[in-house]
């Protein structure tokens, strides 16, 4: 039959309060009250709907209790039941916000259920340490279940140790064993004894005979002992005595032997042979010993097993509540709503904040462990977020694990796959950190504006660094050929009236056509610039603001766009998705705006250093900066110009010609007038236009 599970939904009977937590609308779980009541609160307003047991800066054991079916996850109904348990065994539920570790049994509801019991099991394990206080622990818990498992190992030696008069002493045990493995072929050896005494006739008939011997004697009687056995233990005799040194069967010497020195020689020592009666001694002393074990022991081992049984059920019970009443309401500042994440205290982070990260002079206070790197590959870029993945080493714990670390401030100049880092846990021990792989997105819009600039920058220093790198591969593989055929020719003569071989190399005749199309070419080109920038002074000096106009156009053109898609995903920017990929069923999202992400990371800051620097470059004069600026935005405005990207602004490439437009013929009234002839307009050529 499946089990039954509550969904918690909408309450009717309780006023909940709300507030923004980093831009999203969520519950405030702030008293006793709303922790009673939390069973009443509607499911989609809960942030979280399950988290791991594992891989928590969380005490694992708590969680565990939590998981009360045994599914590695809390889930919400696991939570609701355990705040009604918690509040129904307290007075005063505000306790649960203090997150104490120890309780006095004054503040427990003895009307409650489930707190009478919680008060009796505290009592007797007191009772136990011998503590007459009236509150308890989780230290003294600890103590008292210490205690409690040396009994548990301790169990089978503390029950046989009350058994003292063993009569072989320690090895009353073994002797219980090889006399029960001889004890049926003892008795029958005397039975036959008891024939022979009777009827001396019958000696031959109960005796091994010579014939079943002389069956076996031609196999190999070493294979045979199953049969052998199968004879009488002794060769029987009318006195009844069986002999301890000599005539034994050899299938069965071995385990006599074993019992003459357990048993025969502590009874009768220096005895040549025994009887029945002697031997019927030895088993009733064993016999006895066993059944007065077996009744006692059972007796005691009962008792004891039901102490221990009432002693281990109050430990668990008293230590499950100690444990959720000092971290529940924790968990719930993780669970129902993330508090402990966005309030920004160090001593009170979020319960997936596995350390930090100290990279490129920051640190990234947003560090969360990896557990399944395949569901991150497929859900981290869903974040938004410039995310970090380090496989980091510690020596000290011989331990290894994978994190990702959210960088939300500075730049990304120098971050690239294979940097070596360190990763400080939430303990203080530093780990080896390597990065192993980066999703880009955009970190501030203030980055956003120079990355243009500096994806430029870099392609143009690519391509130049490409190209000479070329050029100087191309110029050494000539050098290398020609140095080649020089060495191969050193020394060799051409042959009898062979003619001396062409010169490798032949100008080409000089084409005066050719070049007069590339200096053409070039003049229009010159002629082109010239005029653009007579029209950009032309511009720049007609009003006084267009060279201000002019800037902003440039900079909306080149750094918008980029400033634009920045600023759509700093709005999405989530860490739900990392979390989900751990394993979380986030319920809500757990946004990163660009002011909460500026103090998640941390920048390194230097103070104003007054002394001189021996060794400091020389700086670049003023006007040299100012003529790499002109040259800069002036090759920006003609690459705008000319592919007509400014006739928004009014500064178009190519001017629209005007269309001829006919006169109408003026009408005259009265007296005849007579006008002179208008011209019609010459066509507009592009040359005037421009």
């Not at 072929?185 to 009827?199: E, G, N, P, Q, T």
């Not at 400080?424 to 120079?450: C, E, H, L, M």
Request: glycine share 6%; hydrophobic share 40%.
């Amino acid at each position: 039959m499946a089990k039954k599970i509550t969904i918690p939904g909408k309450s009717d009977n309780y006023t909940w309060t709300f507030n923004t937590i980093g831009g999203v609308t969520r519950v405030t779980i702030n008293s006793g009250e709303d922790i009673a009541h939390l069973h009443e609160l509607d499911q989609k307003l809960w942030t979280v709907l399950s988290c791991p047991v594992k891989g928590l800066e969380f005490d694992e054991a708590t969680l565990r209790m939590l998981d009360t079916d045994g599914d590695e996850k809390i889930r919400v109904n696991e939570i609701v039941a355990a705040s009604k348990w918690l509040t129904g065994a307290l007075k005063n539920n505000d306790l649960l916000l203090n997150g104490n570790d120890s309780i006095a049994l004054a503040d427990l509801n003895a009307d409650d259920e489930g707190g009478a019991a919680i008060i009796e099991s505290s009592q007797r394990l007191l009772q136990k340490k011998g503590s007459e206080g009236e509150t308890i622990s989780l230290a003294d818990v600890a103590d008292i279940k210490k205690a409690f498992d040396e009994k548990v190992k301790a169990k089978d030696d503390a029950t046989a140790a009350v058994f003292d008069e063993r009569p072989y002493g320690d090895n009353t045990d073994d002797a219980i064993t090889a006399v029960g493995a001889i004890k049926d072929k003892v008795a029958d050896y005397f039975m036959r004894c008891k024939l022979i005494a009777f009827d001396e006739n019958c000696a031959e008939a109960v005796d091994v005979s010579v014939e079943k011997i002389q069956a076996i004697s031609e196999k190999n009687l070493a294979s045979c002992s199953d049969q052998i056995a199968d004879y009488p233990l002794a060769r029987p005799n009318k006195e009844m005595k069986l002999y301890l040194d000599k005539g034994v069967n050899p299938a069965w010497q071995a385990m006599f032997d074993k019992v003459k020195t357990l048993t025969l020689n502590v009874d009768y020592a220096g005895a040549e042979s025994i009887d029945e009666a002697q031997w019927n001694a030895v088993v009733a002393k064993l016999d006895t010993y066993v059944t007065g074990l077996a009744d006692d022991k059972t007796a005691k081992v009962e008792n004891f097993d039901k102490e221990m049984e009432q002693e281990d059920a109050d430990i668990k019970l008293v230590d499950k509540f100690l444990h959720l009443y000092r971290d529940f309401y924790k968990l719930l500042k993780n669970y129902v709503v993330f508090s402990d994440f966005y309030t920004r205290d160090n001593t009170k982070l979020a319960v997936f904040q596995c350390g930090q990260l100290y990279i490129d002079q920051r640190c990234c206070d947003l560090c969360v462990k990896v557990t399944d790197m395949g569901k991150h590959a497929d859900m981290a870029g869903l974040s938004g977020m410039y995310l970090i993945y380090c496989h980091c080493k510690s020596k000290v714990k011989a331990a290894e694990m994978d994190i990702v670390a959210a960088l939300t401030d500075g730049d990304v100049d120098d971050l690239r796959v294979g940097k070596n880092a360190i990763f400080y846990d939430r303990s203080g021990q530093d780990w080896d950190a390597t990065v192993t792989k980066i999703v880009d997105n955009p970190i501030s819009v203030r980055q956003a504006f120079w990355l243009p600039y500096k994806k430029l920058w870099k392609f143009i220093t690519d391509k130049i660094n490409k190209n000479a790198a070329d050029k100087e591969a191309k110029q050494m593989d000539n050098l290398t050929a020609k140095a080649d055929t020089a060495t191969d020719n050193i020394g060799a003569k051409p042959a009898d009236g062979a003619a001396p071989a062409a010169p490798a190399d032949k100008k080409t005749p000089f084409d005066i056509a050719k070049f007069a199309g590339i200096f053409a070419a070039i003049g229009l080109a010159l002629g082109a610039i010239a005029a653009a920038l007579a029209g950009l002074g032309a511009f720049l000096t007609a009003k006084w603001y267009n060279v201000i106009l002019l800037i902003v156009v440039i900079v909306i053109v080149v750094s918008g766009p980029s400033m634009f898609i920045a600023w759509t995903k700093l709005r999405r920017r989530n860490l739900g998705p990392v979390l989900n990929a751990n394993g979380w069923a986030i319920n809500a999202q757990v946004r990163i705006n660009t002011a909460f992400g500026a103090t998640l990371t941390s920048l390194a800051k230097y103070p104003l250093v007054t002394m001189p620097d021996p060794y400091a470059d020389k700086k670049m004069p003023c006007w040299k900066k100012w003529l790499i600026t002109i040259i800069v935005l002036g090759g920006i405005f003609c690459a705008l110009y000319f592919t007509n990207t400014l006739k928004y602004v009014g500064l178009p490439f190519k001017k629209e010609q005007p269309e001829a437009v006919e006169q109408p013929a003026e009408v005259t009234t009265g007296a005849t007038q007579t006008e002179a002839p208008t011209e019609e307009p010459a066509p507009v050529t592009e040359e005037a236009a421009e």
